[in-house]
């Protein structure tokens, strides 16, 4: 039974970060996290976004606001595991090999601006690459590299849509008509 | 010597898409394309921001407004090879083993409404994962896996600013002025 992994949003601040933060959340989604969890701003909106893709595509990921180093310290002195995500970090093929496996993972998303506590609290400050590139981009690749590269290879239960991938166009199956939507 | 690698982002709206698709250039640039193509509106900031950090971190990007299927068109029957980022394609672990490794790659990102054409002319239409997640984690994944999860594992030269990795703080090293900054 593998242990539960989150990922946590620092900074996010309404407005601003919708989007980027949208597809953070459905990174975290996709590729296995059981929360999402958010510092900063509120956004009812973009939690309800990421419940209405859970609907339709399957699944379930929790979404929650939280306080920041208050969780983050909690979660460390519960015997949780915290890795920082940070251009600033040690590499993640190095990283992994340390991490933990057997710890509850909350995976730190850092934005503009993140305190040199997160820093200091997290038990791994690592690097997707030491150049500036994206913080989405980033979570996938640390989340795929520590599945083993399976990351995507998983089912979501209960999807009203699901989409069977093909090198000709596009089939969406409706699961509750039993319908089978072809296009292009 | 591997093939040239450009990365095309297909449908560029102004004004909507710039974080994104800013994302989408520095993932292009840190995971080793050479080539980072717009179709849709045109954005010299964009270009400009891109180089700005091609400037500081080193490397070169090539950015250029192309006209979309004209492009594509002309890549393909010149003897490239196209591959559609899509989540309606089959599965990129199976794609990566099919797709010729001896010609000019060029991956098309799109966004939310690409042309059937661009799925006809493309040799390949792939998906990194069938569910909705976000581009710039499927360019990332797709960049990594067809190098062998190496692509951040590169140099790149003539930086004026360079990032020692470590798991405590920062280390920033200017490599005009040999001075190595410590934060943290």
């Given at each position: 039974m593998p242990q539960r992994m989150d990922v946590l949003r620092w900074g996010y601040r309404l407005g601003r970060d919708p989007r980027i933060t949208t597809h953070l959340g459905l990174v975290a989604r996709a590729?296995?996290?059981?929360?999402?969890?958010?510092?900063?701003?509120?956004?009812?909106?973009?939690?309800?976004?990421?419940?209405?893709?859970?609907?339709?595509?399957?699944?379930?990921?929790?979404?929650?606001?939280?306080?920041?180093?208050?969780?983050?310290?909690?979660?460390?002195?519960?015997?949780?595991?915290?890795?920082?995500?940070?251009?600033?970090?040690?590499?993640?093929?190095?990283?992994?090999?340390?991490?933990?496996?057997?710890?509850?993972?909350?995976?730190?998303?850092?934005?503009?601006?993140?305190?040199?506590?997160?820093?200091?609290?997290?038990?791994?400050?690592?690097a997707v690459g030491n150049q500036p590139h994206s913080e989405v981009a980033a979570l996938a690749l640390f989340m795929d590299a520590w599945q083993g590269h399976k990351s995507t290879l998983r089912e979501f239960p209960n999807a009203e849509l699901s989409i069977q991938g093909t090198n000709d166009g596009k089939i969406v199956v409706e699961n509750n008509s039993e319908n089978t939507n072809e296009d292009v």
């Open positions: 590729l296995g996290a059981t929360g999402f969890l958010l510092t900063g701003d509120r956004d009812d909106d973009l939690f309800d976004n990421l419940q209405s893709v859970c609907q339709r595509f399957g699944g379930e990921l929790e979404t929650t606001h939280v306080p920041g180093l208050k969780h983050l310290k909690n979660h460390v002195q519960n015997g949780g595991v915290a890795v920082h995500l940070t251009m600033y970090g040690e590499s993640y093929h190095d990283a992994i090999e340390k991490i933990p496996r057997d710890k509850h993972l909350l995976i730190v998303v850092g934005g503009a601006k993140v305190p040199a506590e997160v820093f200091k609290t997290c038990q791994f400050n690592v």
